[in-house]
């Protein structure tokens, strides 16, 4: 059964980094594409963006100048950063697992990490 | 980007009734549309994709049909553990995946 567990800090204060750490286990991390989802407090959900085990990554345009995301397929982890976050950047962030059919939709999400901006 | 209109935004069903949930593209995502389902406090769950195909482990009674712009969800005998949010989500015409605003299904 695979896994997927959000971990990191629950408050990020203004204009500074968000960072958080998805570990996948029950799976292989190799030959899947790996996303970042968020939703805001009753908000829908915002497609942040995907890397791939290889590490080609595609962000949502608008996030794109302040988003980062890296993979460790040694540890089975990937990684999101968000710079310079404002209180916009309030919400819960899953990570998901793209089918392997197509991997643009999401076969097995994590639990969700809640972030907090806030001084 | 394709917006994605999901109505209604709350839905009020009895116990063993037929739900039908409407998605709305706002330009045609052909049949590149997924269904999910999310209860408070938890992650979302893939129901469907390619607009009808069931994923591994969901019943039967889930069935989805629409191409283009048009898209429906629908439950055929609503049971307790259906009442939810659920979400439609194209990734036909990306960046960015873009998701719908949600319809409750709550009891009634």
């Known amino acids: 059964q695979v896994q997927l567990q959000e971990s990191g800090p629950g408050v990020v204060k203004p204009s500074e980094t968000l960072s958080l750490t998805c570990t996948v286990s029950?799976?292989?991390?190799?030959?899947?594409?790996w996303s970042w989802i968020r939703q805001p407090p009753g908000k829908r959900l915002e497609w942040i963006g995907y890397?791939?085990?290889?590490?080609?990554?595609n962000y949502n345009p608008p996030l794109k100048s302040r988003v980062t995301m890296s993979v460790d397929t040694s540890k089975k982890e990937f990684s999101l950063r968000l710079s310079s976050v404002t209180a916009a950047d309030t919400a819960v962030y899953y990570c998901?697992?793209?089918?392997?059919?197509?991997?643009?939709?999401?076969?097995?999400w994590g639990q969700g990490s809640l972030v907090t901006v806030s001084s | 980007e394709i917006v994605m209109t999901q109505s209604p935004a709350t839905l009020s069903v009895s116990p063993g009734g037929r739900v039908t949930l409407s998605c709305r593209a706002s330009q045609s995502v052909s049949s590149n549309l997924a269904w999910y389902q999310q209860k408070p406090g938890q992650a979302p769950r893939l129901l469907l994709y390619?607009?009808?195909t069931r994923a591994t482990g969901i019943p039967a009674r889930f069935s989805g049909s629409g191409s283009g712009t048009e898209f429906t969800l629908t439950i055929s005998s609503l049971q307790s553990e259906d009442f939810a949010v659920y979400y439609c989500q194209q990734y036909n015409d990306w960046p960015p995946l873009t998701f719908g605003g949600g319809t409750k299904v709550e009891i009634k």
């Open positions: 890397i791939y085990y290889r590490g080609s990554t």
């Open positions: 390619g607009a009808s």
């Open positions: 998901a697992r793209g089918a392997a059919e197509a991997p643009l939709y999401f076969d097995h």
């Open positions: 029950g799976g292989p991390l190799t030959s899947y594409y």
